[in-house]
């Protein structure tokens, strides 16, 4: 706490002696521009910061420290204009912009490979204008670096504690909600993908990973659009329709982006379950097909610049999916020893869901001065789901006359965030500085009516229903400190989070108060060995807070054999990380170590007595695992390049079974993707692109889950000048993206064997109207914190 105090009191305590450069920039008639835009670069061409020219054509840019810098300017329909300088020898540099002699298309340049670029503290995947940009969000959050995908669940080395962003704020939605939100993103809107398993003091210590997702902006003047039209084949259909519009001129930057998307979801499952006490195999068959007709999706943002020093950002996000429906019709046989049919029933579940989440946010950022910045930010996210679901069972076991029961279950949540947070950065001499807090309060209803007709008529039933009320507030402060001295650079910091919580259920009753309070130390360090090559060391430990629905102990009933259930005094897991990195000439190696004590996951329980498997949450005792992970792009020729991704990793979790026993489940576990661009005809854009993306057998608490590949090919083409675009995209074309879960030690013999209709056939139309006219047909990319929202 000291330290955090020490943190935000430190820019009282030192001033700074720091060296300033004034320059001008102007016409060829020696007008003055107000509102050019002149960039510091550093030697590597990587930006430092940017500026604009006040009224009278100025600008005043800082140094850190004597070394070779790159100043770049660019104003509208001019231009641009470059200067290398040392910072011992520049006086006061004088800009002079010439009009354009031409206007320019905007370098779309779409079938590029996709940019992997190691940063000090994240592995940032840039996807704009690739040839993965025809395919949804989670079609290529699948082909990110380190990021492998389990059915509806995200993992990074084996570990399924996952916070996912979007522009820098958390995703209130998980498994399936947040699979089918990403589905309905349209992958052209995404600039990049931040893998952070380190992620510094700034950010909430919650997950052991980070995925940040970063939406693009425009960079065009004036008014522009695109249209979007997909249409996928699979076993089934489904279809997309999507607008995007954008204005900007010197002050705003405004968006709307609205998604429809239709079609049949389909998933194919057999399970099985071995009961020992009567030596009989339980086996099933299920095929589910849930349709969608309507699913919406809308991002809709303003971004403000009144002058130099004021940024105002807000916009609204979201998903609304009024219904999604089906009925499974699930034969389940029941064989004796000797694997002869005995009895078997048969399960209907006519079911219906809904959901529905609005993220508001603001954020206003103010520079105090050249080197010093402040920004507060707040966000409000409203999720309401339901499923509702009507399970017929007709029974036919033996020596028993054939019976047929009815349930009903009507399940509904709500979740309301609210967070606000303020950030101040800034520059002492060489040291930089970021400290700040955050509040964060979360509120969540959880109901379940549960009618059935076990007393002869369908009425409800108390004991199984369930009302579960959470509430949650969260105070935290950080504060960081980062170095740079020669080749050496440095970066610690320490977050400190305060957790009230509250949960209150009434069947059956039960109420579960905590609070506690943890420290979150994090350190990075890197050495430039030679100008292409670096060595990292970095350190951080995190929390894994449970998902609200996971504290529920209501249960909810798939069948009359099998349910869910979650648990209400679940613990937070504690989560350390270690990581050594390597890069030179684009070769990115790093070595990694994790330890997580008190995990907490999914697993299944079989009830050998009343013939039930349940899958609940809960903590196993812990987990920890070590590997290595390489990447490399090739660049063979002009047109032909090849990317490797490939991981190696050693994974172990210790769980208390249902024999009151402590078991050991460990793995080794190899996966990556490998893929090959190719540039079939440059001046008509038209690229071809093959990939594999696989993993072997990995784990999960008593789970052993099999490996899987799945390989595709996509092509994009343009025509009409660049405007309309083509791609075709085969996806898992051997359909092979197939797994099998199961759970066998002690008394528990069960699996699942899952296959979720990845083959498909995805054909992709965009029209881009309006302007699509540049100003610079050599500007760099915006830096990661010009881009946050």
Do not use: C
Not at 70 to 87: A, D, P, V
Not at 286 to 293: E, H, L, S, V, W
Not at 309 to 328: D, F, M, Q, R, S
Not at 350 to 363: F, I, M, V
């Amino acid at each position: 706490m000291k330290l955090i105090l020490f943190f935000l009191a430190f820019p009282l305590l030192l001033s700074a002696q720091t060296k300033q450069i004034e320059g001008q920039v102007q016409d060829a008639n020696k007008i003055l521009l107000a509102g050019a835009t002149v960039m510091l670069l550093d030697s590597n061409y990587q930006e430092i910061r940017e500026v604009k020219t006040d009224h009278f054509g100025k600008f005043i840019l800082t140094l850190d420290h004597p070394s070779g810098y790159y100043l770049r300017t660019t104003y509208l329909n001019f231009k641009s204009q470059e200067l290398f300088f040392r910072s011992d020898t520049i006086s006061r540099p004088l800009f002079e912009l010439l009009p354009e002699a031409k206007v320019l298309e905007e370098a779309q340049v779409v079938g590029r490979a996709p940019r992997l670029i190691r940063k000090l503290d994240r592995l940032e995947f840039n996807v704009q204008n690739s040839n993965l940009s025809a395919l949804n969000s989670w079609d290529i959050l699948k082909r990110t670096p380190l990021v492998m995908v389990n059915g509806a669940d995200l993992m990074v080395r084996g570990n399924k504690n996952i916070a996912v962003l979007i522009n820098d704020r958390k995703v209130m939605l998980t498994g399936d909600e947040l699979k089918t939100y990403l589905e309905n993103t349209a992958g052209s809107d995404v600039q990049s993908i931040e893998v952070i398993t380190n992620p510094p003091a700034k950010y909430e210590a919650e997950g052991n990973t980070i995925i940040n997702i970063k939406l693009s902006k425009s960079n065009l003047y004036g008014y522009r659009g695109t249209v979007v039209a997909l249409a996928e084949k699979s076993s089934t259909w489904k279809q997309l329709f999507g607008l995007t519009q954008y204005y900007k001129n010197e002050k705003f930057n405004l968006r709307g982006t609205y998604n429809f998307g239709r079609g049949t979801y389909a998933r194919y499952e057999t399970n099985y379950v071995y009961y020992p006490n009567e030596q009989t195999s339980w086996e099933g068959v299920m095929d589910r097909f849930d349709t969608n007709n309507s699913q919406n999706s809308y991002v809709f943002s303003i971004d403000y610049t009144p002058d130099t020093t004021w940024t105002v950002n807000a916009g609204l996000n979201g998903y609304y999916g009024p219904k999604t429906y089906g009925i499974y019709e699930v034969p389940t046989i029941i064989y004796d020893k000797n694997h002869v049919q005995e009895s078997s029933y048969f399960t209907t579940n006519d079911h219906q869901r809904s959901t529905k989440t609005n993220n508001l946010y603001l954020q206003v950022t103010k520079k105090l001065n050249s080197r010093w910045s402040i920004n507060w930010s707040s966000y409000f996210t409203d999720n309401h789901s339901t499923n509702d679901q009507d399970v017929l069972t007709a029974l036919r076991f033996k020596g028993e006359e054939p019976t047929d029961t009815r349930f009903i279950s009507n399940n509904g949540n709500k979740n309301r965030l609210f967070s606000s947070q303020i950030d101040f950065t800034g520059k002492i001499k060489k040291l930089g500085m970021e400290f700040g807090g955050k509040f964060s309060d979360v509120k969540t209803t959880s109901t379940l009516a549960f009618f059935d007709d076990e007393s002869g008529e369908l009425e409800q039933r108390p004991d199984k229903s369930s009302v579960f009320d959470y509430k949650e507030r969260n105070v935290a402060l950080y504060g960081s400190l980062d170095y740079a001295w020669k080749k050496w650079s440095w970066k610690a910091g320490l977050r400190g989070e305060y957790t009230d919580l509250e949960g209150i259920v009434s069947e059956p009753a039960d109420i579960n108060k905590r609070d506690y309070f943890v420290l979150f130390p994090t350190f990075y360090m890197q050495y430039a060995l030679t100008d292409d090559q670096q060595f990292g060391f970095s350190y951080g430990k995190r929390i894994s807070r449970p998902s609200y629905s996971w504290l529920n102990p209501a249960k909810s009933y798939y069948n009359r054999f099998s349910y869910f259930q979650g648990d209400p005094r679940l613990r937070a897991t504690i989560v350390h990380n270690l990581n050594l990195t390597w890069t030179k000439n684009n070769w990115n190696i790093d070595l990694f170590y994790r330890f997580e004590k008190w995990p907490n996951m999914e697993i299944s329980r079989q009830d050998n007595n009343n013939h039930q498997l349940i899958f609940q949450y809960t903590n196993i005792k812990k987990g920890q695992g070590a590997g290595i992970d390489l990447g490399k792009s090739f660049q063979l020729t002009g047109r032909w390049g090849v990317n490797l991704q490939l991981e190696g990793m050693y994974n172990e979790n210790y769980f208390m079974g249902t024999d009151d026993v402590l078991h050991k489940n460990d793995v080794y576990i190899g996966n990556g993707n490998v893929s090959t661009n190719y540039v079939l005809n440059k001046d008509a854009g038209w690229n071809l692109e093959l990939g594999n993306t696989f993993t072997s057998p990995t784990i999960q608490g008593p789970f052993k889950i099999t490996g899987y590949s799945s390989t595709y090919v996509t092509t994009n083409r343009k025509f009409f000048k660049k405007k309309f675009e083509v791609n075709l995209s085969f996806m898992d074309i051997f359909k092979t993206e197939k797994m099998t879960i199961s759970s066998k030690y002690g008394d528990q013999n069960n699996f699942y064997r899952d296959y979720r209709d990845t083959r498909k056939v995805n054909l992709t139309l965009r029209y881009h109207f309006g302007n699509q006219k540049v100003k610079s047909s050599n500007q760099p990319t915006r830096t990661e914190e010009q881009n946050r929202l």
